[in-house]
């Protein structure tokens, strides 16, 4: 029997962890002994568990946790019980960052090495992605799975120009889409656009998270 989907606006949030793939090459070439099956597990990768951990808690309970890929956390939050509450989304990624850079703090503490992918363990950063659609929640191999054009831009704004163009490493990109939803005054960012040749102009407001 095919589970039924359920289709609803949600806000979209996607927080991803910069540097993680210059981190994991310089953890291969500096403990190639730890990348092979049966051996120890670098201590840095539980420092980039912890990451997660921490930022998924921050998040919570506003959103809830979709999927972990890799870097990032997919979450989701109810369109009616969000909408006209962008200033708390910003309260909410703002701690969440400090939060970030508190427990990268004490990883360093806890877990340091003399080696090149330790070394370069403080300039990890983080950012957010937030935009507003209609999702489609179905069940695949007993997981719940989201998927909807919402979904794929959301992704898709994960790969863009904004660090190179404005020098912000750790930011939230909330889409017009979102920001429109939530109330979010301009006066809380700049105005930003970015330009996609598969899903067009995406144009929104640029959060500085970092001091």
Sequence with gaps: MIAPSTIETSILLLADISGYTSFLEAVQEAHPEMTQPGGSAAPAYQIVSSLLETVMTHIAPSFSLLQVEGDAL?????????????????TLVRSAYQAFRQQLGRGMDQFRHNCQACMILPSLDLKFIAHRGIAIQHRIAGRD????????????????????????RAYCFVTDAAAESLGLAAILGQPYVEDYPDIGRISGLLIALQP
Excluded: E, W
């Excluded at 997919?74 to 910003?90: E, K």
């Design 145 to 168: 799975v989201l998927a909807g054009a919402a979904v794929n831009v959301a992704h898709r704004l994960l790969k863009n120009s904004i660090s190179a163009r404005t020098g912000l």
């Design 74 to 90: 997919f979450a989701r939050g109810p369109d009616r019980q969000l909408s006209g509450n962008g200033t708390a989304l910003v």
